[in-house]
């Protein structure tokens, strides 16, 4: 059989790689002129005004809107600021001369350049229609009144959870806020962003009484016509059916969060600073591609000569290696949820460390928290979340200062929970360089790379397997940094490295990508 040519997913990626040689010709100065503001607004509208709901009630000032259950918008409140909302304002400014927000999900360079908007199929509470969340103000603001349920449903190929349901979220992205610094390549880190998001909608949901089922399969064109974005500048990346705990009838069965789209491999000369815009059209599911009644069982056009690994399985055994238990007693959230609502706010990318060791128990713990969420589900929390498909996912984590633990490069194995050694050597050095000259890399105790075989998620998916792959990536790195925040450890990650090095060093399979980096240590000072 001929070798196939490379999908568009695989072209962009090889495109996008930084590579020792040709980075320095790949950079660009910055223009601050045209700095996005990471805040879209809605001059005409209703504004649902959030903050009053966070205080205590007795404290609580009237609202301008119809309230009948104030529990409810508390819940709605807590559940927004703890995905997405304002934690901080630094002093210094943009040169826009607006100062800088941090939020409670972290973004590259701080740009955001993700949305959220509420869909309202029409409660007591909330009148039908689509709203906007508003974070510098921490509101809804109400923009279209009409009732799109429907429209939802279909672009969505009719599922279940939808059915059941009364209100849904949905994440955008908008392109320049992040392309604005890291060009084409910023496509990863968009989806990697999103990702964070997706952790924090996950776990606060969990500390209000929601539960979010996930969606990456929809027709995007039609949702992006249906929320009025402007393709160009805004796309649709998530959707979410946000059933409410409280009411028995929304207690759904999980549904299927990964549709296919399809592979494209045959495309023309594609220039710097298109490819993004290019690759987030060719990844669209189109209104004729999927039958509303194959929702269930559609399965992508495969590669057939990639075999997908074995669900629940760990993929790498390496019988000879030398083998560390990861068993580890769950995180205690001492003050139950509310602890971990807290931990959310004062998140903080570490901004160095001081290069002295964990302790092997630290680790385990983090893993635990991140790759085992059914330990948790008797602290509240969402035993099963929803992520794409973390079959397509591997872990390998390089081991610089673990006391307990040798130096080196491990493949952890989430179903076995363990830590299987690939390379015997400590890497510092190496992922200061690998790191792009970082000294985050070179001072962190381990460095966690999440890798996936892009070929065979391709084979399964098409190429929207790129978004998902780092949708999950993102998720699962937001529970790394909530874990290490909570147990008062360092933490930050990286997604510029040297990408083909970081296998060649590190001894991980050729046909693994890396797509994020999480670096844990001791960190030097508060993280900004």
Not at 103 to 121: C, D, K, Q
């Amino acid at each position: 059989m001929p070798e196939l040519n490379p999908s568009i997913a695989q072209h962009y990626h090889e495109r996008t790689k930084y590579d020792p040689k040709t980075l320095a010709g790949k950079s660009h100065q910055l223009d601050w002129g045209s700095q996005p503001i990471p805040f879209k607004e809605y001059k005409i509208g209703k504004v649902y005004n959030l903050k009053p709901y966070l205080q205590h009630p007795e404290e609580r000032p009237q609202v301008d809107f119809p309230v009948v259950d104030p529990s409810w918008w508390q819940r709605l409140s807590l559940l927004l600021i703890h995905s997405y909302g304002l934690t901080a304002m630094l002093p210094a400014v943009t040169m826009t001369g607006e100062p800088m927000y941090l939020r409670t999900a972290p973004s590259a360079g701080g740009l955001y350049p993700a949305e959220v908007y509420l869909i309202s199929r029409g409660t007591p509470e909330l009148p039908a229609g689509l709203y906007s969340y508003q974070p510098k103000i921490h509101s809804l603001v109400r923009f279209w009144d009409s009732d799109i349920w429907t429209g939802l449903q279909a672009a969505c190929f009719w599922p279940q959870t939808l059915e059941g349901t009364q209100m849904a979220l949905v994440t955008t992205a908008i392109f320049f806020r992040s392309a604005w610094r890291y060009q084409d390549r910023a496509y990863r880190r968009i989806f990697l962003d999103t990702g964070h998001l997706l952790g924090n909608i996950e776990l606060a949901c969990a500390m209000n009484d929601f539960r979010p089922h996930l969606m990456g399969g929809f027709v995007d064109e039609a949702i992006n016509r249906m929320l009025y974005l402007d393709p160009e500048q805004e796309g649709v990346t998530t959707i979410m059916a946000l059933a409410d705990l409280l009411d028995i009838r929304q207690n759904l069965p999980v549904g299927r969060t990964a549709l296919p789209s399809a592979t494209q491999t045959e495309y023309p000369a594609i220039p710097d600073g298109d490819l993004l815009a290019y690759l987030h059209q060719a990844t669209q599911i189109r209104d004729d591609q999927i039958p509303p009644t194959e929702q269930v069982t559609v399965t992508a056009k495969a590669d057939p000569s990639v075999s997908a690994p074995p669900a629940n399985r760990d993929k790498y055994n390496l019988p000879f290696c030398a083998k560390v238990s990861t068993v580890s007693h769950p995180i205690s959230w001492a003050e139950g949820l509310g602890d971990l609502g807290n931990t959310i706010l004062r998140r903080r990318s570490t901004r160095a460390y001081t290069g002295a060791a964990l302790v092997l128990d630290e680790l385990t713990a983090l893993l635990d928290f991140t790759y085992q969420p059914q330990h948790y589900q008797n602290q509240g929390m969402d035993g099963n979340p929803d992520y794409f498909d973390l079959n397509l996912i591997q872990t390998f984590i390089a081991v610089s200062e673990v006391t307990g633990l040798e130096e080196g490069c491990y493949y952890y194995a989430p179903v076995a929970q363990e830590l299987r050694q690939i390379r015997f050597k400590n890497f510092r050095r190496e992922l200061h360089y690998l790191c792009l000259g970082q000294d985050l890399g070179r001072d962190a105790a381990a460095v966690v790379f999440h890798t996936a075989d892009l070929r065979s998620a391709i084979g399964q998916y098409g190429d929207r397997a790129y978004r998902y792959l780092h949708l999950d990536a993102g998720h699962l790195g937001q529970r790394l940094n909530l874990a290490a925040i909570h147990l008062g450890l360092g933490v930050s990650g990286i997604g510029g490295f040297f990408d083909d090095q970081v296998n060649e060093v590190l001894g991980i399979p050729a046909e693994e990508a890396v797509l994020y980096i999480t670096t844990l240590g001791r960190p030097r000072s508060a993280g900004a």
